[in-house]
């Protein structure tokens, strides 16, 4: 499942600013599951701590934007 969709916004003839002609934005994966599954894959200890989750499946990287 993709976690980053775009929006194409409108774009109006007498916009007063510069257009953005594409938007993005992340969805979480927890929106897209209804419970907790018995036996879900689990990360070892380590690895949770490092990405702050438990679960594989809620696993959700975040990407800064470079400015």
Known sequence: MEQV???YPYVGP???CPP????F???PPQLY???QPMNL??????EALRYGTL?????????PKMT
């Open 14 to 16: 007498f916009d007063p």
């Open 41 to 46: 894959p689990q990360f070892s200890p380590q």
């Open 33 to 35: 599951m209804t419970y």
């Open 5 to 7: 969709k775009v929006w």
């Open 20 to 23: 953005i002609r594409e938007k």
């Open 55 to 63: 679960w594989p499946a809620l696993y959700s990287p975040y990407q």
């Open 25 to 27: 934005y992340s969805t």
